[in-house]
Structures are given as C-alpha cells and as structure tokens.
C-alpha cells in the first residue's frame, strides 16, 4: 500500500529545514511527501530547491500563485501517487510523523476509513473557540463533527477522485469530514500534540479580528455546504 502525505507551505521558508528533518521517519518505501509551495512570496522555492535533494522520499509542487490553504492542498493531492492520500501542516504545530500512526489505520483495516488527528496542548481561548464551531457544525449537519481542522486528515484515493467542488480555502477541512461522513466512512480519530510555531506566524489565527473574519467564512459556507452536500 502506498502513501502520499501533502503539506502545503505558503512562506515557511524557516521552517522547511526542520520539516524536512521529520520526514525522515516517513522514509518507509511507502510513503511520498508532498510539499507545495503555494505560491510563496518568501524565499521558500530557493530553500526547497536547495534542500529537497537530500530527501528522496520527498518531491515539491510549485503553485506560482497563492489562491488559498485548500488550493494548495488540492494541488497536491491531485498529484499524489499514493492509495492513501491526506495533508498536516507545515508550521510544525502538527508533527507530520503522525501521519504513521494514521497510516496504521488503513493497514489493519482498509481503505473505508477518514482519519484525522484530535489536538490537545492548545491554548484555552482556542479550545473555546473549537467547540463552538464544533457544536455548531454538528447541529447544522447532524451529526458529530468536532475538532473540524485537526491534523492529519488522511483519506483513500478513491474517496478524494469523488470530490466535485471543495472550496479552496480553510473550508476544505469541513468539506472533506462531512463528505466521508455522508459518504460512509469509518471516522477514526486519534490524539495529536498541538505545539507551538517553530517559525513566523499563523496566516489567520493572528488576533480576534481575523477569527472573526473566519468564523464569518466557515459559517457562511457551512450554510452553502448544507444544502449542496
């Protein structure tokens, strides 16, 4: 069985050495990461450019134009040679060594499954903010749906070739949970350690200006996604 993990880095340039570093466990002989440049406007192709030859197990996507989070993502994705398919994050909040025990799931029990990681460690205005989107989305689509944005997400090939319109932006996350929900999948969850940045800063989670720009987002395509969906 073959995996492909996506990471999509949009001016992590400081990071990516030490991203790079924790890939290493990830050199199996299955397991091919994927890192995008999603059209940053740092240094972060000279960096990968430089780097990325000493990983073998890795390969780089170029997005010369950012268009969101989930863009990058899907840009990725739709290159990924694996069976099973997913995405963490490269701010290294997430360590992308997780995506082994996600691996796991899809060895010992099969493709049917969406699996995503469930933080904890993070800071106490975050976890107030998280469950109230969790209720809401769990109320609007009936069901349970907590921790939407957790990672890893990790998904079967087949699975991702039925997406019709995911959203490019941080949405993707919800779009894809409430698709192998509605689509029957076995969800399994298992704990992450949530840290902090190891360089630079979160692209929306900045102050309660841009969350509230954000909550405004997601609830207004969690609206259009409940009827589409």
């Not at 050199?27 to 030859?53: C, H």
């Not at 170029?62 to 963490?88: C, D, H, M, P």
């Not at 997406?163 to 949405?171: I, L, R, V, Y």
Request: hydrophobic letters at 40%; a positive charge; aromatic letters at 14%.
């Amino acid at each position: 069985m073959k995996f492909s993990l996506v990471i999509p880095c949009y001016n992590e340039s400081k990071n990516i050495p030490l991203l790079l570093e924790r890939c290493v466990a990830l050199n199996n002989g299955s397991i091919e990461v994927i890192l995008v440049d999603n059209g940053s406007t740092d240094n972060t192709a000279e960096v990968m450019r430089e780097l990325m030859p000493k990983y073998p197990h890795c390969r780089s996507v170029k997005v010369e134009v950012n268009q969101g989070y989930g863009f990058g993502i899907l840009s990725g994705l739709r290159q990924a040679k694996g069976e099973i398919i997913g995405w963490t994050h490269a701010d290294l909040q997430t360590d992308p060594r997780d995506f082994l025990e996600a691996a796991n799931y899809f060895l010992n029990e099969g493709n049917g499954l969406f699996v995503k990681g469930k933080r904890f460690g993070r800071p106490l205005a975050d976890i107030f903010f998280t469950i109230g989107m969790s209720l809401f989305e769990s109320v609007l689509f009936k069901g349970k749906y907590w921790d939407i944005n957790a990672q890893p997400t990790v998904f079967s090939k087949s699975f991702f070739d039925t997406w019709t319109t995911p959203p490019s932006d941080f949405s993707l996350d919800l779009y894809a949970y409430v698709k192998a929900v509605r689509s029957g999948l076995v969800v399994k969850r298992f704990s992450v350690n949530f840290g902090k940045r190891a360089h630079g800063v979160s692209h929306w989670n900045v102050n309660w200006a841009s969350k509230r720009k954000f909550i405004k987002r997601t609830l207004d395509y969690s609206l259009q996604l409940s009827k589409t969906i």
